[in-house]
């Protein structure tokens, strides 16, 4: 893959753990010296209260390639919800990042000229849970990470694909309205 990658994007959904462990990241990636690389550095520079920007980390000092960084959908309010995204959850993305490189999604030769922005969902009730299982969170978000940067760099659904299934698809939310259950 030699043509210049200005921006992808992909959504996963893996979910199947204990309650609160699913995850849902939706990835965009482009090169660094793109509108990628330009939002990567302004969200790095101008952080918010609650939603923390940091690079997707193997251990504490120890960054991923192609740079990765991760943005919280929920608002952090706690200390154990930030070690929980920033230790358990920080490390599966790093992981689902070189799995993808690994896998050939991601060319590794372009790991140093591309950037990856993540926007994380992690269920908040994962603090109230004293027996969370930290290795399939790990397992849960790492596959995530890797499929939502699998259908970005791939292009999936493509636009036929959606045509054909559009009618055969409900929103899973706008269903349980229907249902009376939400």
């Known amino acids: 893959m030699s043509e210049r ?4 994007t992909g959504e996963a959904l893996v979910a199947g753990g204990p309650p609160g462990t699913a995850a849902e990241p939706e990835v965009i990636i482009g090169e660094l010296d793109g509108p990628v690389g330009t939002a990567i550095a302004t969200l790095t520079g101008d952080q918010v209260a ?12 120890i960054q991923v390639r192609p740079v990765t960084l991760m943005v919280s959908k929920v ?13 358990t959850v920080q490390a599966a993305i790093a992981n689902g ?6 896998a050939g999604d ?3 030769e372009r790991a140093n000229d591309l950037g990856i922005i993540v926007s994380v969902w992690l269920n908040p009730m994962v603090t ?23 259908k970005a760099m791939n292009n999936k659904p493509d636009i036929d694909w959606l045509l054909e299934n559009q009618d055969k ?14």
Request: glycine share 6%; proline share 1%; no cysteine.
């Open 5 to 8: 990658i200005v921006m992808r």
């Open 50 to 61: 609650g939603h923390t920007r940091v690079f997707a980390l193997l251990n504490t000092d």
């Open 75 to 87: 608002t952090v309010k706690e200390t154990k919800y930030t070690n929980i995204l920033m230790g």
């Open 97 to 102: 990042v070189l799995d993808a490189v690994r």
């Open 106 to 108: 991601i060319p590794k």
């Open 128 to 150: 109230k849970d004293d027996k969370l299982d930290h290795k399939i969170l790990f397992d849960i978000h790492r596959k995530a990470t890797a499929m939502a940067i699998h």
């Open 169 to 182: 698809i409900t929103h899973k939310y706008y269903q349980m309205g229907l249902d009376g259950k939400l």
